[in-house]
């Protein structure tokens, strides 16, 4: 399916599938277990931009993924956020957070480079989500 992806988000991400209403993609940042949503909503900016049958399949969206890096990854924390202050489109990230990641307690934005995956590791992490997913994956 065809769907204008923000070029900052297609840059800094590894596509995992197609979800009913979202696009999933990978955060290509190997520090923290990072996901990101993205709506196939033309001009959607914010969650006030989708009507409410779309709002609702993008929270079970949600829910399905923080369900899956929850059982994958045993996080100590999930962050959930949509924030858009850099790519306008409407995109919902989910990360997992862990107490001993060079981050914590702060938020993952601006703190430390990014390290990209290694293609392996990409490799793998993909598949393990789409195994996990499974059902929710086109």
Request: aromatic share 6%.
């Amino acid at each position: 399916m065809s769907f204008p992806l923000d070029p900052r988000l297609a840059a800094d991400t590894h596509p995992i599938g197609e979800m009913p209403l979202s696009r999933l993609l990978l955060m290509d940042d190997a520090r923290h277990p990072w996901l990101i949503l993205v709506p196939r909503i033309a001009g959607a900016r914010e969650l006030m931009d989708l009507d409410v049958v779309d709002r609702a399949a993008l929270f079970d969206e949600i829910t399905a993924v923080s369900r899956a890096m929850e059982t994958l990854l045993r996080p100590d924390k999930l962050n959930v956020a949509a924030l858009g202050n850099v790519v306008a489109q409407l995109h919902v990230h989910v990360i997992a957070r862990y107490a001993d990641d060079a981050n914590w307690p702060h938020p993952v934005w601006g703190r430390g480079e990014r390290v990209a995956y290694a293609r392996e590791d990409a490799v793998a992490r993909i598949a393990e989500l789409r195994a996990a997913l499974k059902e929710q994956l086109a």
